[in-house]
């Protein structure tokens, strides 16, 4: 597709030559959205543009960009989302006569207009100083948070090159006003990717600078509350990561050593306590770079460096043997089965036509849910036209 011919916002018609593409891109329902920056050293006239393109309809560009010159989408985490709308942070821009777009927060509509006014946009009132300074607000881009209890609890979290995290209304972002929270928690500028996460002790916010990762709590109440929790060494400059065994319990805060160590490390999302601290020999990476951060899928976490995709897995988890139960094809023809085994634990489900295939060429289904404690059910929806199909189960 050529954007060039097809996206344009307003007046100004998208212009690749001068445009970096550094963030992440985004699935949001029907819609793939980009984001785009400029490069390095700032060259040639740039905005910070999101293009979306429909997935169905492909030759369609739809296009938002800031007024402003510059105002770069830089942050390494792309757009954001509330499953709906798109959110964006851009970084400082040229805008001697009045704000028009740079260090902002926006709140986007599906089709990347701005409908609500002042409630669908932020800066802060200091966005002058941030652009002479250089000091993006958009350098660690947009993170959804959603604090029970607290008032708004539905939170836009920023953190930019000034050193600072913000705390917006989601709802009502406001315009150019001061935020609902502000805390200085950098000692250098925040340029990694941030994270979010909720345990039974409350919602955190955890991010990378100078080579540690730092978890701050978000407080319940009104205003919502930032408090620095802990801190430990990741080790270099990627971007964290958040697992847990089954999306409530068991945070753990994942990083590692980009640049440097090379090594993965992990700790307690409440308490900062290590659990895996980069292993041995077989665990050293190469050609790690900073910003990025890592995958969890399968029950593996895979990290891509130069030319190499480095995977990891947890220790062998204890399993029964697993004799499939309960076999049944539903009204619908897809076809459901279930199996009892250890409590938490990690089922893959693999599916052929051709039992004499190598199983290196079988198809991957998804995962086994665990229905209640230690009884697992898996559904496949795709069966409707095969005569005959063959399943396996396995653990990572």
Same mark, same amino acid.
């Given at each position: ?100 777009? %740079? ?107 100078? %080579? ?22 990741? %080790? ?50 190469? %050609? ?109």
């Amino acid at each position: 597709m050529d954007v060039n011919s097809t996206a344009q916002f307003g007046t100004v018609h998208f212009v690749s030559l001068a445009q970096g593409e550094r963030g992440a891109l985004a699935v949001i329902g029907t819609n793939l959205y980009v984001p785009f920056g400029g490069l390095y050293g700032d060259c040639g006239t740039y905005y910070g543009w999101v293009l979306g393109i429909p997935l169905n309809g492909p030759a369609t560009v739809m296009a938002w960009a800031t007024t402003a010159k510059q105002g770069g989408i830089w942050g390494v985490s792309g757009v954001a989302s509330d499953g709906v709308d798109p959110f964006v942070a851009t970084g400082n821009a040229d805008e001697p006569s009045g704000w028009a777009g %740079g260090d902002g927060v926006f709140h986007l509509q599906p089709n990347l207009v701005l409908t609500n006014g002042i409630s669908d946009y932020w800066a802060p009132t200091n966005w002058l100083s941030l652009d002479t300074g250089d000091l993006d607000l958009g350098s660690s881009g947009v993170l959804l948070v959603d604090v029970p209890g607290a008032t708004p609890s539905n939170l836009v979290a920023v953190l930019g090159k000034d050193k600072n995290i913000y705390l917006l209304n989601q709802t009502d972002l406001g315009g150019v006003t001061a935020p609902v929270a502000k805390m200085t928690v950098g000692s250098s500028p925040i340029i990694q990717a941030a994270a979010t996460y909720s345990t039974a002790l409350g919602t955190y916010v955890v991010f990378a600078n100078g %080579g540690d990762l730092h978890a701050l709590r978000i407080g319940a109440s009104n205003p919502p509350t930032i408090t620095p929790v802990w801190t430990e060494s990741e %080790g270099g400059a990627g971007s964290p990561f958040v697992t847990s065994t089954d999306g409530t319990n068991n945070m753990i805060v994942w990083g590692y050593g980009a640049e440097n160590t090379q090594r993965l490390y992990s700790f307690n999302g409440d308490t900062g306590s290590a659990i895996f601290t980069g292993g041995g020999t077989n665990e050293l990476m190469a %050609g790690t770079h900073r910003f990025s951060t890592a995958i969890v899928a399968r029950g593996r976490i895979y990290v891509g460096t130069d030319n190499k995709i480095y995977a990891f897995g947890a220790p062998g988890q204890t399993v029964t043997s697993i004799n499939l139960t309960n076999a049944v094809i539903l009204p619908d023809s897809s076809f459901q089965f279930s199996f009892t085994n250890v409590t938490g634990a990690l089922f893959n489900v693999f599916s052929t036509t051709n039992l004499s295939e190598s199983f290196t060429n079988w198809n991957w289904l998804g995962e086994a849910a665990e229905i209640s404690s230690g009884q697992f059910q898996f559904t496949d929806t795709s069966t409707t036209n095969s005569p005959e199909r063959f399943y396996t189960v396995v653990t990572p």
